[in-house]
């Protein structure tokens, strides 16, 4: 199944969602992916009719659509909804952006910080976007390396700018919860695009300013 043409538009899926009362027991969401989960919970040994269980699929159905939330968002339209003529030479660097994020081996979370640095070519980004730039691509299920590219990438082509550097470091709860169990490992991924990729001496620019 492709996921990404299959997925309703965002807020498609709450179309049945017209319950007057937001705690009404009948309110359904997504009706389809509301079965799954009650179907999901039987498989796993548990009875959906229970009290604690009886929202459970409507909940998870709400957090899947806004955790996945990226898949209808255009990442070149957010970028170029912000950007400034500035005559800035310098590199921008925006640290520590915290995402969240599903594996799309075990639709686990993987989660931690982003830093991203760019040299300008006549264009800034508003600050805030570069962190939303991040949800778009986070908000989907996703592989840290291909994340990480993607935010690369879609800065580089929607601003111009003469570089970028994305540096993503995450704890996988995959890794975490089950199988190897190796709790305090972080995973970090790069990507260098223009003057980063060409000139180590703006890569190790870029290194220091992430110490500092
Ligand atoms: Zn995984």
Same mark, same amino acid.
């Given at each position: 199944?492709?996921?990404?043409? $299959? ?38 040994? /548990? /009875? ?6 009886? +929202?459970?699929?409507? *909940?998870?159905?709400?957090?899947? $659509? ?9 990442? $070149? ?9 500035? /005559?800035?030479?310098?590199?921008? &660097?925006?640290? /520590? ?32 976007? #570069?962190?939303?730039?991040?949800? #778009?691509?986070?908000? +989907? &299920? ?8 993607? #935010? ?14 994305? #540096? %993503? ?22 990507? %260098?695009?223009?003057?980063?990729? *060409? $000139? ?8 220091? &300013?992430?110490?500092?």
């Amino acid at each position: 199944m492709n996921i990404k043409n $299959d997925k309703p538009a965002p807020g498609a899926m709450g179309r049945y969602a017209n319950s007057l009362d937001p705690d009404s027991e009948s309110e359904v969401y997504d009706s389809e992916f509301e079965a799954l989960v009650r179907h999901m919970l039987i498989r796993l040994g /548990d /009875d959906p009719n229970r009290e604690g269980l009886i +929202r459970t699929p409507l *909940r998870v159905a709400k957090a899947m $659509d806004f955790l996945t939330s990226g898949y209808g968002v255009d990442a $070149d339209e957010v970028v170029k909804s912000a950007l400034f003529n500035e /005559d800035c030479r310098e590199m921008v &660097l925006v640290r /520590d952006i915290e995402f969240y994020s599903l594996c799309e081996h075990h639709m686990l979370p993987f989660f931690g910080r982003a830093h991203v640095g760019y040299l300008p070519n006549g264009q800034v980004l508003g600050l805030s976007k #570069v962190a939303r730039v991040v949800d #778009v691509f986070a908000r +989907r &299920l996703q592989v840290q390396e291909r994340l990480t590219s993607q #935010v690369a990438d879609a800065l580089m082509g929607a601003m111009n700018p003469h570089g970028v550097a994305v #540096v %993503m470091e995450a704890s996988h709860t995959c890794m975490m919860m089950r199988g190897v169990q190796k709790q305090n490992s972080t995973t970090v991924t790069s990507a %260098m695009r223009g003057t980063f990729e *060409r $000139d180590p001496r703006t890569r190790a620019e870029f290194m220091a &300013l992430l110490k500092s």
